[in-house]
């Protein structure tokens, strides 16, 4: 079984920074890619915002490229998202999610980020 656990979100004003961290743990997997979406208040559907494969290709949603930035350590199993100049509209639970080469799916619990003054 693979558990991934998501930290560092928080209540920040806008403008500030945050960097959330993702670590895997449990059954070892190889990584295909490493993602990171977000559900906002009120929405059923979670967003792709960041993208990172295991050979380092990234891809952003529009409404983040410039500000957030997605990493990896896959030797480690984890991921992160440094998130800049934030917005109230990045407001949402931030999930982590890994795929494996066999194209499992693992997903984190999820962290708030709350963007407000």
């Known amino acids: 079984q693979v558990q991934l656990v998501e930290s560092g979100g928080g209540l920040v004003q806008p403008g500030v920074s945050l960097r959330l961290s993702c670590a895997a743990s449990?059954?070892?997997?190889?990584?295909?890619?490493m993602n990171w979406y977000r559900q906002a208040p009120g929405k059923q559907r979670r967003e792709l915002v960041a993208?990172?494969?295991?050979?380092?290709?990234?891809n952003y949603a529009d409404s983040v490229k410039g500000r957030f930035t997605i990493s990896s350590d896959n030797a480690k199993k984890m991921v992160y998202l440094q998130m800049n100049r934030l917005k109230p509209e990045d407001t949402a639970v931030y999930y982590c999610?890994?795929?494996?080469?066999?194209?499992?799916?693992?997903w984190g619990q999820g962290t708030q980020v709350t963007v407000s003054s």
């Open positions: 999610k890994m795929r494996s080469l066999g194209r499992a799916d693992y």
């Open positions: 449990g059954r070892m997997f190889r990584i295909n890619d």
């Open positions: 993208t990172i494969t295991s050979g380092g290709v990234t």
